[in-house]
């Protein structure tokens, strides 16, 4: 079955700058990637997605790109700010959705 | 509309009891899927379901763990013979075919 890992676990930056989050996943049928935040004590929300036709997508600060030969797809924030202190969560899917461990992502003011 | 829905919000029981929860998927949704979240893990995959089959339960951790969608709709996550390693947040979250996965809040098991 699919397994996802999930890089680093833990994640501090100066506002303002870059984050880098990596997975990799080990089934080569998935072809669904979300991206989810989670906050302290909320249910996760969708941030991003990727499906496998498509190598990068961006939505304002955020940009996921995808390599499926290597099997592993990143989450990079951009000018990051305190708001996007969460805990992210990257998944891989073809209808079973399992998810990496999940980085703890702390932006200092 | 409504989002996905889990009830009861919290649950506190006794090491041995059974108990039921519940999951209102979004409608429409024919996915289905019950996730197990440890503090400072992330969601472990239990069951999923696609309409009223259990399409995948390779995530049931013993055969205390039960979970029946008869509908297609409402899911009920049943775990008999509680035991205080089952304390979790047991999260539900419902999906339109290959698209957005949408969580419910959680319900909140203790085990005493």
């Known amino acids: 079955g699919e397994n996802v890992e999930q890089h680093p676990s833990t994640l501090s930056v100066q506002e303002g700058d870059s984050a880098v989050i990596k997975c990799t996943y080990s089934?080569?049928?998935?072809?669904?990637f979300p991206w989810y935040k989670q906050e302290l004590g909320k249910r996760p929300q969708l941030i991003i997605d990727?499906?496998?036709?498509?190598g990068e997508k961006k939505d304002q600060r955020i940009a996921v790109t995808l390599n499926k030969t290597a099997k592993h797809f990143s989450l990079h924030i951009t000018e990051t700010q305190p708001e996007d202190s969460a805990v992210y969560f990257c998944?891989?899917?073809?209808?079973?959705?399992?998810f990496g461990t999940g980085t703890r992502l702390q932006v200092f003011p | 509309g409504a989002g996905v829905s889990q009830t009861p919000s919290n649950k506190v029981t006794e090491k041995g009891k059974y108990v039921e929860l519940r999951c209102d998927p979004i409608?429409?949704?024919?996915?289905l899927y019950w996730y197990r979240q440890s503090l400072g893990q992330g969601p472990e995959f239990l069951i999923y379901?696609?309409?009223?089959?259990?399409?995948?339960d390779s995530g049931l951790p013993n055969d205390r763990f039960f979970a029946v969608r008869p509908e297609g709709s409402v899911s009920t996550l049943k775990i008999q013979r509680t035991e205080r390693g089952d304390s979790a947040v047991y999260l539900c979250?419902?999906?339109?075919?290959?698209?957005?996965?949408?969580f419910g809040q959680g319900t909140r098991l203790t085990v005493v």
């Open positions: 379901f696609q309409g009223t089959g259990a399409a995948d």
């Open positions: 979250a419902s999906r339109r075919d290959s698209s957005e996965a949408f």
């Open positions: 990727i499906r496998s036709n498509v």
């Open positions: 089934d080569s049928a998935s072809n669904y």
């Open positions: 998944a891989a899917t073809t209808d079973k959705l399992i």
């Open positions: 409608s429409g949704h024919t996915a």
